[in-house]
């Protein structure tokens, strides 16, 4: 079993800059790929960004590569998105997964998730 908790969403405007973070607990993290993912209200859950265990190949969604990143740190247990240039398209509820095979973008292969952060972003 894996615990994910995220943090660090909010209500910015446009153009700013956000960084989430998911804090793992239980086994070992440096086990598990790691993908975020986002919901917007009416919407299905769409991949975000995937990294391996290592950190050493990172994926990225269409709509924000150039402008997020994805980064982990093993010994801190935590995972990283950081979000630039923000939109106004970029508001919903982001959630970090954790995956125990190679990365993925499909939700649908990922094995624990978190509760989820608010993202909110004006225009």
């Known amino acids: 079993q894996v615990q994910l908790v995220e943090s660090g969403g909010g209500l910015v405007q446009a153009g700013a800059s956000l960084r989430l973070s998911c804090e793992a607990s239980?086994?070992?993290?440096?086990?598990?790929?790691m993908g975020w993912f986002r919901q917007a209200p009416g919407k299905e859950r769409e991949f975000v960004a995937t990294?391996?265990?290592?950190?050493?190949?990172?994926i990225y969604a269409k709509s924000v590569k150039g402008r997020f990143t994805v980064s982990r740190d093993n010994a801190k247990n935590t995972l990283y998105l950081q979000m630039n240039s923000l939109k106004p398209e970029d508001t919903a509820v982001y959630y970090c997964?954790?995956?125990?095979?190679?990365?993925?973008?499909?939700?649908?292969?990922?094995?624990?998730w978190g509760q989820g952060t608010q993202v909110t972003v004006s225009s």
């Open positions: 997964a954790a995956r125990s095979e190679d990365i993925s973008d499909s939700p649908y292969n990922y094995d624990y």
């Open positions: 239980g086994r070992t993290f440096s086990r598990y790929c």
């Open positions: 990294i391996t265990w290592s950190g050493g190949t990172t």
